[in-house]
């Protein structure tokens, strides 16, 4: 089956004023629009046009050698794309962590304002172009860690519960290369209903 690009769940200009309106019209409709025709054409006419990507992604290691490297970044681009939409909401949506998302967060790191800190730190330390992401492990505890290019959590074994992309294209227009402002920006966006969602399912 192909992929088919999720629409956005929010219009271009409703994170504004913390990711403006053109860098979303080119980051969705260029950047993650190319992700989905590199990796469909990667795939057609083999044994993995027939599988879903989430799958295809969770076994990367076995997936044909001669395909594998253009799956890992154009399948890895149109997932990791789609799952960071998925936890952003205008500044009004975004609210606070819920019940369950405030105690696991402070289970596993003592309070939200340090899991802030080691979450930004982790994503500005990120070299170069990838992302940090907010994950639970087999114990149901939340880690922080960072994937370089579009490698993603889910080839690990790990459950992502949030992300955030720091390729410069996610911020340049805006932010020029301050990389800090925009992961401070980042947390007014928080899509921390979806988060609880990811959580409790």
Known sequence: MAYTQPELPFSYDALEPYIDKETMEIHYGKHHTAY????????????????????????????????????RNNGGGAWNHSFFWSVLC????????????????????????????????????????????????????????????????????LKPILVIDVWEHTYYLKYRNLRPDFIEAFFNIINWKQVEEYINS
């Open 36 to 71: 989905c025709k590199k990796f469909n054409d990667a795939v057609a006419g083999t044994k993995y046009d027939k599988k879903d990507l989430f799958d295809i992604l969770k076994d990367i290691e076995n997936v044909d050698e001669k395909i594998r490297t253009v799956v």
């Open 90 to 157: 205008s500044k009004k949506e975004s609210g606070q962590p819920g019940k369950n998302t405030s105690k696991i967060i402070n289970d596993s790191f003592g309070s939200y304002s340090e899991f802030k800190k080691r979450f930004s730190d982790a994503a500005t330390a990120v070299f170069g172009s990838g992302w940090a992401w907010l994950v639970l492990n087999n114990s149901r505890k939340l880690e922080i860690v960072k994937t370089a290019n579009q490698d993603s959590t889910i080839s690990r074994g």
